[in-house]
């Protein structure tokens, strides 16, 4: 009997009668949570019935519900554990609830430096997050690095008078913004330089009464590049084909034709053989893109051409 005393600990005894008196756990379950052998567990529990009768283990039919009382060895084997170990550690290392581990923890009256070990926060510990809360440290900074809650970091603020809501606290330079803005950016190119939001951006841009639509600038055009575009276009290139060309949207080169003041192209007058023609190549079953390729022109001005002709004939049908 004495060697099954000896080869459990004086913690494993604690878990031990715990389990077993208290909460009725099986003894199998209470070897495999304790790692050691059911036989110590056991010749243990033989032992302590023959020498306390009156503590005799009593299995009933029905799981009795857990009391709230803890003996004052595994009282002390808690708080042991605890400072070196979080509640939730502890709880499940001893089975106990979780509110019965706090209750421990604040009777006891615990100060322990680290997140879920104590009650309290060591004045050097308090010092030193109060000192980054002063050089103006975010919260999820100071919860990284001592380990605490942002309900710690609040209450800490709060202590010193700090109330600011930092959720609205602004993050961006006015100066800076309307910097950009002059320089003619677009909205996204804006918002990623000064790290401004999309609404808040809209509403600075309202109550400066900048609303210039600069939705569809694009890239800007280099100016090696304008210089090309507009040689090609006093040579008589149309918007179309500079546009291909130049990898552009129309209503680019169209805004920089302008801005030039290079008169616009009107649309094509179509001659009378290429007009013959193009009926021939019509009859033939060519599509207008085809004919288009043929004559030099646009797609457009092909089904533009044949529209015209078609209403013309319904007119004089009509007639």
């Not at 090309?228 to 060309?245: P, S, T, V, W, Y």
């Amino acid at each position: 009997m004495a060697t099954a005393r000896l080869s459990l600990t004086p913690e494993q005894i604690q878990i031990v009668l715990f389990l077993r008196l208290q909460q009725q756990m099986p003894i199998a379950r209470i070897a495999q949570k304790i790692s050691c052998e059911v036989a110590a567990i056991e010749s243990f529990l033989e032992q302590r019935r023959n020498s306390k009768p009156e503590n005799q283990i009593a299995t009933p039919a029905k799981r009795v519900r857990a009391r709230r009382t803890v003996t004052p060895e595994l009282r002390k084997a808690v708080l042991v554990m605890l400072r070196k170990n979080s509640i939730l550690n502890v709880k499940r290392r001893f089975s106990l609830p979780h509110k019965l581990v706090r209750r421990i923890s604040k009777e006891a009256k615990a100060s322990f430096s680290k997140i879920g070990r104590g009650r309290r926060i060591g004045p050097e510990l308090k010092k030193a997050i109060l000192d980054r809360i002063r050089a103006d440290a975010r919260s999820v900074d100071l919860r990284k690095e001592f380990g605490i809650s942002d309900w710690v970091v609040q209450k800490l603020r709060r202590e010193i008078g700090d109330n600011e809501n930092r959720l609205y606290r602004r993050g961006w330079d006015e100066a800076k913004v309307l910097a950009a803005l002059g320089q003619g950016l677009s909205l996204t190119e804006v918002e990623k330089t000064c790290g401004i939001g999309h609404a808040t951006l809209w509403e600075l841009r309202r109550r400066l009464k900048d609303m210039e639509d600069r939705r569809r600038r694009g890239r800007p055009i280099p100016e090696a590049e304008k210089e090309a575009i507009l040689a090609d276009a006093r040579q008589g290139a149309d918007q179309r084909n500079l546009a291909e060309k130049y990898h552009r949207h129309t209503d680019r080169i169209r805004a920089l034709l302008i801005e030039a003041k290079i008169p616009l192209r009107t649309p094509r007058l179509f001659t009378m053989p290429e007009v013959i023609r193009m009926q021939k190549m019509f009859a033939e079953g060519k599509s207008d893109t085809e004919i288009a390729r043929e004559l030099g022109c646009t797609r457009g001005a092909v089904w533009q051409r044949r529209r015209r002709a078609r209403q013309s004939a319904e007119q004089g049908v009509a007639a």
